[in-house]
């Protein structure tokens, strides 16, 4: 019964309604914005709760890694998904960092599923963790400040 409860407990946490932190549907999936130290890089990437995985784009692959411990982007209510204007906006929210890069959140409609990604400035796309590949795309949105 102890068991049973907690498994409650954790689901009521990450509940549909839950505001607690910013999510992304990925078609039936639900994944939330997180990042994780990979390779002394603050990467970011999607984390699905239900698998415990977080997916991140790296160096032209998906890097899954089977993992509880990752962190995930609060929602703060001054933030709000714009289109990507072609340079890193200065409102743009900073979650990770790369090569000594700020990188920011963005996401992008692929194949009919909003996919979380990161956002480097210079290169100026959004990277994606997809079926073992990284993915880049020009046009996309990115989380700024409101």
Known sequence: MKIFILILIVSLFYH?????????????????????????????GKFNYETNTIYLPYHGKEIAI????????????????????????????????????????GKVLHEGKNIIGKVIPGLNKLFIPYYGQELSFNNFEILVYQ
Do not use: C
């Open 16 to 44: 549909e309604g839950d505001a607690r932190h910013i999510t992304v549907m990925e078609g039936n999936d639900r994944f939330f914005v997180a990042r994780k130290e990979y390779n002394g890089d603050l990467v970011i």
């Open 66 to 105: 089977q993992t509880s411990d990752v962190e995930l982007l609060d929602p703060i209510s001054d933030l709000k998904w714009v289109s990507f204007p072609g340079g890193i906006p200065e409102n743009a929210f900073e979650f990770g960092r790369e090569k000594n890069l700020r990188v920011f959140v």
